[in-house]
């Protein structure tokens, strides 16, 4: 939600699709003449979205929104937030069997997504003119529905 969100308010990637265009045409023109039809085809469809923000450019931009204080009362920290959702976003959407022990879980997983959760009502409402201190304070104020916490529990 939060990516889409970014991409349709925010706008452009890092140049104009009208800047872009040039580089991607003799990006692709090299390929096109050296590399097999497989390849160049897979190569085009990546190079369309390369002037895109990733996913995790994105959060750090929706984060700079919001002082410290605000994040920090929901246990975001702004340093690695990011980088902790686009591991755990692509941990699950490129799952590999070969990677799967290093994959986010149990108890701390839903404390990431329940951050995850939370920073999104801060976004959104705060788009629409809610106050996005109104909005932490009430979130705050009702953890058990809009923060919960989850305790992971070690079987040994």
Same mark, same amino acid.
């Given at each position: ?5 970014? =991409? ?80 755990? =976003? ?12 290093? =994959? ?53």
């Amino acid at each position: 939600a939060l990516e889409t969100f970014h =991409r349709n308010v925010h706008g452009e990637g890092f140049m104009t699709a009208k800047e872009y265009k040039p580089i991607k045409e003799v990006i692709m023109d090299w390929v096109r003449k050296n590399a097999s039809v497989e390849l160049s085809d897979s190569i085009s469809e990546r190079i369309g979205h390369a002037n895109e923000h990733t996913f995790q450019g994105r959060l750090r931009m929706l984060l700079g929104k919001f002082s410290d204080k605000l994040l920090e009362a929901l246990g975001i920290e702004r340093n690695t937030f990011p980088a902790a959702v686009s591991k755990a =976003r692509n941990e699950f959407t490129h799952w590999d069997a070969k990677t799967s022990d290093a =994959r986010s879980v149990s108890a701390d997983l839903g404390n990431l997504v329940s951050k995850l959760k939370a920073f999104t009502r801060i976004v959104l409402l705060s788009h629409l003119g809610v106050s996005p201190s109104i909005v932490v304070k009430r979130i705050t104020e009702n953890r058990h529905l809009y923060l919960p916490e989850w305790i992971k529990i070690n079987h040994s």
